[in-house]
C-alpha cells in the first residue's frame, strides 16, 4: 500500500540558512563577532577631538590619512589573498587591526595618532578580499546570492549593536572602545584560522600579471565604474547626510538619529525574508534596480524638512540598499577565475575606499549650493550607475 505521506516543505528557517557549508558559518559568526565589536570607526571624530584634544581641522588630516591607508588597503589584500592564501591573509589581517586599534588608542602625539591612523587604514579592511573570496570557493553559484546576502545581514546587525553599544561605553572612556574592538578582531582571526579550511585554487600563487590581469578585463573595470556610482550614493549616509539634514534642514541630532536607526531595523528584519527571493533573479537586472531606487531615494532627501519626511526617504533608499544586498559579490565571483578571486575582490573593495574618499570631496561643495544640487546630482549619479549596469547585463551573463 503505498504511503500517504506528504513530505512538508522546508520550514522558512531551513530555507534561508540549510544547504551551505560548515565553513561559510564559521566566517558568517566570525564577521558577526567582528562587527559586534566594531565601536572605534563611528567615534573616531568624537574621540580625536574630546579625548586627543585635536582641532576639527586636524582631525580631518587625520581621517585624510586613514582615507589613503583605505585605498591601499584593497589592492594590496587582493594580491596578498591569492599570494599567501584566503585564510592567512584574513586572519592576518584581523591581528594587525586589532594592534593598530591598541595602538591609536594608546596614542598621545599628533604624529603618533597620524601613524596609528594611516596604518588602521590600510589593515582595518584586508579581510574584505579574503572573505569574499572564500565565500566564492566554498559556496556554488546557485547559492552565492544567499551567502553574500547573509554576510550583508550578519555585518548590519553586529554593527547596529555595535554602535549602540559603544556610544554608552564611550561616556565610561574611550579605551573600552579599543580594547573591545582589538579583542573582537582577535576571536574572528581565531576563529577562521581554526573553523575555515584555506580554499586558494591550484595556481593561485603563481598567477602573473598582478592587478594587470584584472584591469585587462573590460567587463570587470566597467562593473567596478558601476560599483563606485552606487558606492558614493550610499557614503553619503556617513558623509553629507548628517550635515544636510542638521544644518541646513535643521534637525536636531536625536532626530537624525531616530530616523538613521530605521535603516538597520528595515534590514535586520526584511532582509532575510527577501534575500532568496531575490537571489533567484538576474544578478545584473536586480543590482540595477537596487541602485536606481537608493539613487531615487536620495533625490527625494531634497524635499525633507521633517524627521517623518527624512524617515520616507530612507525607508526608500535602504530598500534600494537590500535589493543589491549580496548581488554585487555574486557578480564579482561570477567574473573573476578562481585564482584571481582576491585580486577581482580588491578591485571591487577598492571603488568602495575610492568614494569614501571622493563623496565628501564633492558632496560638501554641492551642498553649498544647496540641497537641490547634492541630493538631484546623488540621484543621477544612482540612475546612471543603474543604466550602466543594465548596459553590461548581457556581458555578465554570458560570463556567469
Known amino acids: 500500500m503505498p504511503s500517504t505521506s506528504v513530505e512538508k516543505p522546508p520550514s522558512f528557517l531551513r530555507a534561508q540558512v540549510g544547504g551551505l557549508p560548515r565553513p561559510f558559518w564559521a566566517l558568517w559568526g566570525g564577521t558577526l563577532v567582528n562587527r559586534l565589536g566594531t565601536m572605534v570607526m563611528p567615534f573616531t571624530g568624537v574621540y580625536l577631538t574630546q579625548a586627543r584634544g585635536l582641532s576639527v581641522t586636524a582631525a580631518g ?115 573600552w572602545l579599543f580594547w573591545i574592538d582589538a579583542v573582537s578582531c582577535v576571536v574572528f582571526a581565531a576563529l577562521v584560522w ?87 533573479r538576474d544578478p545584473a537586472r536586480t543590482f540595477a534596480l537596487g541602485v536606481a531606487v537608493m539613487g531615487a531615494g536620495f533625490a527625494l532627501t531634497a524635499f525633507v524638512t521633517s524627521t517623518l519626511g527624512l524617515a520616507a526617504t530612507i525607508a526608500v533608499w535602504t530598500a534600494g540598499e537590500i535589493v543589491t544586498a549580496g548581488i554585487a559579490g555574486t557578480i564579482v565571483a561570477a567574473l573573476a577565475p578562481p585564482e584571481l578571486r582576491g585580486r577581482y575582490a580588491g578591485l571591487f573593495g577598492l571603488a568602495w575606499s ?10 560638501g561643495p554641492l551642498l553649498e549650493l544647496g540641497p537641490r544640487a547634492l541630493w538631484f546630482t546623488i540621484g543621477a549619479v544612482g540612475l546612471l550607475s543603474a543604466a550602466g549596469m543594465l548596459a553590461l547585463g548581457p556581458a555578465v551573463r554570458r560570463r556567469a
Open 61 to 175: 588630516l587625520v581621517m585624510g590619512v586613514f582615507g589613503v591607508g583605505s585605498l591601499l588597503s584593497q589592492p594590496l589584500a587582493g594580491m596578498l589573498t591569492d599570494r599567501i592564501g584566503r585564510r592567512a591573509t584574513l586572519s592576518g589581517g584581523m591581528l594587525a587591526t586589532g594592534a593598530a586599534m591598541l595602538a591609536l588608542g594608546y596614542s598621545v602625539s599628533l604624529p603618533a595618532v597620524l601613524a596609528s591612523m594611516l596604518v588602521l587604514g590600510v589593515v582595518v579592511d584586508l579581510y574584505r578580499p579574503a572573505s569574499n573570496a572564500l565565500v566564492a570557493d566554498l559556496v556554488g553559484p546557485a547559492e552565492r546570492p544567499r551567502a553574500y546576502g547573509l554576510l550583508f545581514w550578519g555585518i548590519n546587525l553586529g554593527y547596529s549593536v555595535g554602535m549602540t553599544a559603544g556610544g554608552w561605553l564611550a561616556g565610561l572612556g574611550f579605551l
Open 194 to 280: 581554526r573553523a575555515v579550511p584555506e580554499t586558494r585554487p591550484e595556481g593561485a600563487k603563481e598567477a602573473s600579471g598582478g592587478f594587470g590581469a584584472v584591469l585587462r578585463d573590460r567587463v570587470m573595470v566597467a562593473f567596478t565604474l558601476v560599483v563606485l556610482g552606487n558606492a558614493l550614493v550610499y557614503t553619503q549616509t556617513m558623509t553629507m547626510l548628517p550635515v544636510a539634514m542638521t544644518s541646513v534642514a535643521g534637525l536636531s541630532t536625536a532626530q537624525f538619529g531616530t530616523a538613521m536607526a530605521l535603516n538597520g531595523v528595515l534590514i535586520v528584519v526584511v532582509q532575510p525574508l527577501v534575500s532568496g527571493w531575490l537571489g533567484r
Open 354 to 363: 575610492a568614494a569614501a574618499v571622493l563623496a565628501p570631496l564633492f558632496g
